[in-house]
């Protein structure tokens, strides 16, 4: 059982591998516009078969068959979504790489953007509760402009305390 | 006989990693240093021991002893020598070897080289290395042992899958998995520093060497795995976001996080808390992804292994050092004293931003590898996710990422002057808009994308060099001083600038090369010609040769446009051990950019034969893995500073840097 299983996924995987399949002359539609848009469709459809691969990418036969009819919808005057619909009622949603935006999807397309919200609200709230930076009077700033200058006239030779000169001011 | 010397090795070694955590669990309990000693030491056994089991499967694999059933399943006598070598760890139980000699030796180079670390942080580290090494040494030598034997021995081996027959292959596993198991390094020093409830300057200087080694390490094998599948698959492309490529992707953003949150926990004592976190999480984000690529929940043409028992024991693992660590980082994290304070516009606020995109970032590869299964496990209903749901939702968040990198290195720790960051910066604006405008309009389909990416690329570049010509005083101060003054930046400092100039070069390539490369197929006989931009190749002829372990057919295409005339030869492949065909693309390099061509199939029509040419105009290809070579390289420069070496207990005499690191 082991050994079969193993053999359908080497097997699937040589059937899949390979050099860019969609662009075969012979599958070709003559209008170059409606080419196109096939290419561009056949990039968010998956081949079936295959490990997470574009039937744009895939050389396998069932890819080559899902390839000939888009390109048949196509010519026939459907458009993007028609062929899209008329994909995902005969494979469900699996046949889609980009999956839809749906109630069942929220988490996967909202999840990243309500990470950067949610982190972005922690970092902030976590950072008050640590009670912030009181910034400096301008006391204290002209007081540390006149040290910062006083370590500046050190000679160069002293290298130790102008490493931690620098270090201090750079701090 | 060398198979079950390789076979005792192999549990030897668990044995030895038992030891290291008995003896360094004690020796922390007790204080005591033999045990102490004992423990490093049973740790340097362990490595050696795993050690003698790798030689013991790669001499199985030279003499060609098929009575071993991983080498009759990937060798053959006409395999050359380097192949034979190389399919010790081509192969899912050789691979796990090799996991566990990189994961020992990382054990034992905790225990050699700590010699500045805490005693009882470093007896914790110790054992948590021999933990994950009991762990995934005992899932070796019991569930995936490569030495067993055949009753019945074959005459002749199965063979290496002949993709996988290639250079950048044979190095691309040892990189990649040095740089997994590397952050095995920081997860244990961060189980130490939550078990002693005290996170400080010491440790971060020595969490950022390690996570630096791990992730350079990291960068280069994925660089290698993708040029792999860019020049050897023959599909013109290089990433494909399948599932296991981002099982690798995780930990690199993980780790690309923990680094820069690293510096702020040493430089300023602040993130303690979130800089074990990612500690934890770089190598738990490691073990998913050997955990995905094993386990068969995935079947995708990296994986090896495709059963159900060991996918079920490597989830196992995956809970208990997981789940293990996390469950003590809840405990004793709120313990962890909290550090220097810093206003929202300061270095930190920027590495904090950093953060956040980086690992929101890793959150939207875990979700769109993850999500899928999760929801076909909950509602049976299955979904697939793709290139581009990755475009859609990664693309924005990194954008964001990068804008934000040129700022960071100019604001000062604590209190930063945004404004005057941005003054620095205005030239470097400037030139990035021009380039990206430029791009736009030079590129012969006017795409958003290519102008986007150049403008984003040249940003970075120009940013990192900003920084440097601020830090310099160039305009302050004359050239001769400014010269001075670059001499004596500390590496760490030009390690960074290499590693956003890196950064920059591959997203220019990576955006050039994805809007405008040109593909072109056609069915051609000798004689016949195509075009594709601005070249005309025309096929000469087709002849058959034989190569060591392959029959081939190799076509000689002669190429006229610019650089040129030259002649290519592409060639395809037969295997007969394995019956898999394979291309061998030929590539002519024009500056970054290439001109690609594959050999197709022939076909008959009408009488005469034709063979199926397809060509691809890749343009600044190369950038996208000269990119992360720098980046590596920056990690390896930024690894040579001295300071990084010196622990933070001891200072020098004379502290050897003239300017500070950030």
């Given at each position: 059982m082991r050994g079969l299983k193993g053999l359908a996924v080497a097997l699937a995987a040589v059937l899949c591998l390979g050099a860019a399949a969609a662009s075969d002359p012979a599958e070709r539609l003559p209008d170059p516009a409606q080419e196109v848009r096939a290419r561009s469709l056949f990039r968010d459809i998956r081949c079936l078969v295959c490990q997470n691969e574009s039937i744009d990418d895939s050389e396998a036969e069932l890819a080559a068959d899902l390839r000939r009819i888009v390109r048949d919808q196509i010519a026939a005057g459907r458009s993007d979504a028609q062929v899209r619909t008329f994909l995902t009622d005969r494979?469900?949603?699996?046949?889609?790489?980009?999956?839809?935006?749906?109630?069942?999807?929220?988490?996967?397309?909202?999840?990243?953007?309500?990470?950067?919200?949610?982190?972005?609200a922690a970092a902030l709230i976590l950072r008050r509760k640590d009670g912030g930076v009181t910034p400096l009077s301008p006391e204290e700033e002209s007081r540390l402009a006149a040290l910062a200058e006083e370590l500046d006239t050190i000679p160069p030779h002293d290298g130790h305390i102008k490493t931690l000169a620098r270090e201090t001011k750079g701090s | 006989m060398i198979a079950e010397l390789g076979a005792f090795a192999l549990v030897l070694a668990f044995a030895l990693s038992a030891l290291q955590v008995g003896c360094s669990v004690l020796a922390r309990l007790r204080h005591d240093a033999a045990l102490r000693g004992a423990g490093e030491g049973a740790a340097a056994a362990s490595f050696?021991?795993?050690?003698?089991?790798?030689?013991?499967?790669?001499?199985?694999?030279?003499?060609?002893?098929?009575?071993?059933?991983?080498?009759?399943?990937?060798?053959?006598?006409?395999?050359?020598?380097?192949?034979?070598?190389?399919?010790a760890w081509g192969s899912h139980e050789?691979?796990?070897?090799?996991?566990?000699?990189?994961?020992?030796?990382?054990?034992?180079?905790?225990?050699?080289?700590?010699?500045?670390?805490p005693t009882g942080l470093k007896a914790v580290a110790v054992a948590t290395q021999g933990g994950l090494g009991l762990l995934f040494i005992g899932y070796t030598a019991f569930a995936s042992n490569p030495f067993l034997r055949i009753a019945a021995a074959p005459i002749e081996g199965r063979s290496l899958n002949p993709v996988l027959q290639d250079p950048f292959f044979a190095i691309h596993p040892p990189f990649l998995y040095s740089g997994y198991v590397g952050f095995s390094v920081v997860f244990s020093l961060a189980v130490g520093a939550l078990v002693e409830g005290r996170v400080d300057a010491a440790w971060a200087r020595w969490v950022r060497p390690w996570s630096l080694a791990a992730w350079s390490l990291l960068t280069v094998g994925i660089t290698l795995g993708s040029f792999w599948a860019y020049y050897e698959l023959g599909w013109g492309g290089w990433w494909a976001w399948d599932p296991v490529e981002n099982a690798s992707f995780m930990p690199w953003l993980a780790g690309a996080a923990l680094l820069h949150s690293a510096i702020v926990t040493e430089k300023r004592g602040a993130l303690a808390g979130w800089t074990v976190f990612l500690s934890l999480a770089a190598f738990v984000c490691s073990m998913l992804g050997a955990f995905l690529v094993r386990s068969g929940v995935l079947t995708s043409v990296?994986?090896?292994?495709?059963?159900?028992?060991?996918?079920?024991?490597?989830?196992?693992?995956?809970?208990?050092?997981?789940?293990?660590?996390?469950?003590l980082f809840a405990w004793r994290a709120p313990k962890?004293?909290?550090?220097?304070?810093?206003?929202?516009?300061?270095?930190?606020?920027?590495?904090?931003?950093?953060?956040?995109?980086?690992?929101?970032?890793t959150l939207t590869v875990m979700l769109g590898t993850l999500y899928p299964l999760i929801r076909q496990a909950l509602t049976g209903e299955a979904i697939s996710v793709g290139g581009p749901y990755f475009g859609l939702t990664f693309g924005p968040l990194m954008v964001a990422c990068l804008l934000i990198v040129p700022a960071g290195p100019l604001l000062a720790w604590k209190r930063g002057d945004l404004l005057g960051a941005l003054q620095r910066l205005w030239v470097a604006a400037v030139i990035a808009l021009a380039a990206g405008f430029a791009a736009w309009f030079v590129f012969a389909p006017k795409t958003a994308i290519a102008g986007l990416g150049v403008g984003l690329g040249t940003w970075l570049i120009a940013g990192a060099i900003s920084e440097i010509v601020v830090r310099s005083r160039l305009t302050a101060s004359g050239g001769r001083q400014a010269l001075r003054r670059l001499a004596g930046l500390p590496r760490g400092a030009w390690g960074m600038t290499l590693a956003h100039i890196g950064l920059g070069v591959f997203v220019a390539g990576a955006c050039v090369e994805s809007a405008g490369k040109a593909e072109m197929a056609q069915a051609l006989s000798p004689g016949q010609?195509?075009?594709?931009?601005?070249?005309?190749?025309?096929?000469k002829d087709v002849g058959s040769f034989e190569g060591p372990n392959y029959t081939a057919e190799r076509a000689t295409v002669l190429v006229k446009g610019p650089g040129n005339p030259a002649e290519m030869t592409p060639e395809r492949r037969f295997y007969p051990a394995t019956r898999q065909a394979t291309s061998q693309v030929a590539i002519q390099r024009h500056g970054a950019s290439d001109l690609y061509v594959v050999l197709g199939e022939s076909r008959t029509a009408s009488g005469a034969t034709a063979w199926l040419l397809r060509v691809y105009w890749n343009p600044w290809a190369r950038l996208i893995f000269l990119g992360p070579l720098l980046m590596a390289l920056g990690g390896a420069i930024s690894l040579s500073d001295r300071r990084l070496r010196i622990a933070a207990a001891k200072r020098p005499a004379r502290a050897p840097a003239l300017e500070p690191a950030e």
């Open positions: 494979y469900g949603e699996f046949v889609l790489l980009k999956p839809k935006f749906s109630p069942g999807n929220a988490v996967l397309w909202l999840g990243p953007f309500a990470a950067i919200l949610l982190g972005g | 050696m021991a795993v050690g003698i089991a790798f030689a013991a499967l790669v001499t199985a694999f030279v003499t060609s002893d098929f009575s071993v059933s991983n080498v009759a399943a990937n060798s053959h006598t006409d395999q050359p020598l380097f192949y034979k070598v190389t399919g050789g691979s796990m070897l090799l996991w566990d000699l990189a994961l020992t030796g990382f054990g034992m180079a905790i225990a050699l080289m700590g010699r500045n670390l990296h994986a090896f292994a495709v059963d159900p028992t060991r996918g079920v024991l490597l989830l196992i693992i995956l809970g208990i050092a997981g789940g293990g660590a996390f469950g962890l004293a909290p550090g220097g304070l810093f206003a929202p516009v300061s270095r930190e606020g920027a590495l904090v931003l950093n953060n956040l995109f980086l690992a929101a970032a010609s195509l075009k594709v931009a601005a070249f005309t190749l025309t096929l």
